[in-house]
């Protein structure tokens, strides 16, 4: 699986930017695909993630820093997640990475498959 992600840019504190990840693949729909952020200094953190749970049905998953202003999605016939990011602060400011991976939920070492990150930097 490879994963590109883009969207990424400079926005001022307040603002929302939304992050795409296409994925190569044929059975992209069957993978939990997450969202990660690295900032300066620190850890690669969990941001979100939706997981296939069968069927049609998938669950999201969020870091309590973006509940309520991040939403992910994604879609299958284009093998692609978003991540809408809305409210941005400056402590949103990160290269933001998106993953892959069978069973993966929020532990970054869960997933197999990584895109090569875009930057989003939130100004005050």
């Known amino acids: 699986v490879q994963l590109q992600a883009s969207g990424g840019g400079l926005v001022q504190a307040g603002g929302s930017l939304r992050l795409a990840c296409a994925a190569s693949?044929?059975?992209?729909?069957?993978?939990?695909m997450g969202w990660f952020r690295q900032a300066p200094g620190k850890e690669r953190a969990f941001v979100a993630a939706?997981?296939?749970?069968?069927?049609?049905?998938?669950?999201?998953d969020y870091a309590d820093s973006v509940k309520g202003r991040f939403t992910i999605s994604r879609d299958n016939a284009k093998n692609s997640v978003y991540l809408q990011m809305e409210s941005l602060t400056p402590e949103d400011t990160a290269v933001y990475y998106c993953?892959?991976?069978?069973?993966?939920?929020?532990?970054?070492?869960?997933?197999?498959?990584w895109g090569q990150g875009t930057q989003v930097t939130v100004s005050s």
């Open positions: 993953a892959a991976a069978f069973g993966g939920s929020v532990i970054a070492s869960e997933y197999d498959y």
């Open positions: 693949g044929r059975t992209f729909s069957r993978y939990t």
């Open positions: 939706t997981r296939w749970s069968g069927g049609s049905v998938y669950y999201a």
